[in-house]
């Protein structure tokens, strides 16, 4: 039998794990997942992290040492996160060698702190980026309205950027513009394209969450047969049509003059990762977020459990375009 995540690549879709600990890595678990060809990169946030570091005690020594040296709640989370990332970036690292560089990306988010400081950002993200010393691995940048120029300086001085937080077309267009203009920045700075890299992240579960509840609050409110059947089709719809949405628009603006003229020297497209891809409504099928999203170019970074039942039972077909 086919794996399913395998088939997911030849349809031009990466499978991402969104998930990391210490015992991910020393276990071995990791390294089998890439070898068997079930991932092909890994994606982490302070959430993930915090419930890691609390939940074993791999990082209790390293950690209390850190601490008895002076080093504050920021430091000693940074050396722990960037110390697994950069153990998971080198695990990874066959996929980035064998795709060339469009794969195999391990990526660590910026403080939240920062997400309405666009300087910060930036000094935060050259920080990260230069102490983890890996090429591949992305720094995560929110699309705040202080993200979007962020993103752009940081394209333009060549650091892989996952842009993380986007729930709308709207937005979405803004990351992509401002992925476009620090490209042209690095050209007319005569630098290359070729080697940087990077992902737009569209969330999709909290969508459905969101409207679904207020859809609910609709069907509460009518007595009418008619009309609480058309509210009840549409629930658990939005955020499949929400993300085909955002990814017509990246058709559109990655297929447009404006970029095909970087793409002459060599830049890659930002491809579309869909984030949030865990159901979260037991009504609905546990892989809906995954099925129903499948298309050339993008991405999809699920949980472990995502990934699991997708393994067992997904089914693989180009639906990004339905």
Do not use: C
């Not at 302070?46 to 002076?70: E, H, K």
């Not at 195999?104 to 935060?124: F, R």
């Not at 017509?248 to 003229?261: K, M, S, T, V």
């Amino acid at each position: 039998m086919a794996n399913p995540l395998v088939e997911l690549q030849r349809l031009g879709q990466s499978p991402w794990h969104d998930n990391i600990s210490r015992g991910l890595l020393t276990s071995g678990k990791l390294k089998k997942m890439v070898a068997d060809g079930d991932i092909t990169g890994l994606t982490s946030n302070p959430t993930i992290f915090q419930r890691a570091i609390a939940a074993s005690n791999d990082y209790d020594a390293a950690l209390r040492g850190l601490a008895l040296a002076g080093h504050s709640t920021l430091e000693i989370y940074e050396a722990l996160a960037i110390a697994d990332i950069q153990a998971a970036a080198d695990l990874l690292r066959p996929v980035y060698e064998r795709t060339a560089g469009d794969d195999g990306y391990v990526s660590l988010e910026v403080s939240p702190d920062l997400a309405h400081d666009t300087q910060g950002t930036i000094d935060a993200a050259r920080r990260l980026f230069g102490a983890i010393g890996r090429p591949n691995v992305m720094i995560k940048v929110p699309a705040t309205p202080a993200g979007l120029p962020a993103i752009t300086q940081l394209i333009a001085d060549g650091v892989n950027i996952n842009v993380t937080l986007i729930f709308s077309e709207q937005v979405y267009a803004q990351v992509a513009d401002a992925y476009i203009a620090g490209l042209e920045q690095r050209l007319a700075a005569g630098l290359p394209l070729d080697n940087v890299r990077s992902v737009a992240s569209v969330f999709v579960s909290r969508i459905d969450t969101a409207v679904d509840a207020l859809l609910q609050e609709r069907l509460a409110a009518s007595d009418d047969p008619a009309t609480r059947a058309r509210i009840a089709a549409l629930l658990g719809k939005a955020a499949i049509a929400n993300s085909k949405i955002a990814y017509r628009r990246f058709q559109e603006i990655f297929g447009a003059p404006r970029f095909q003229a970087l793409r002459a020297q060599g830049a890659h497209a930002q491809r579309p990762l869909w984030a949030s891809t865990s159901t979260k409504n037991p009504a609905y099928r546990d892989v809906i977020y995954v099925e129903e999203l499948i298309g050339p170019d993008t991405v999809n970074t699920m949980p472990p459990a995502t990934i699991d039942a997708f393994a067992d039972h997904g089914r693989v077909r180009q639906t990004l375009t339905e």
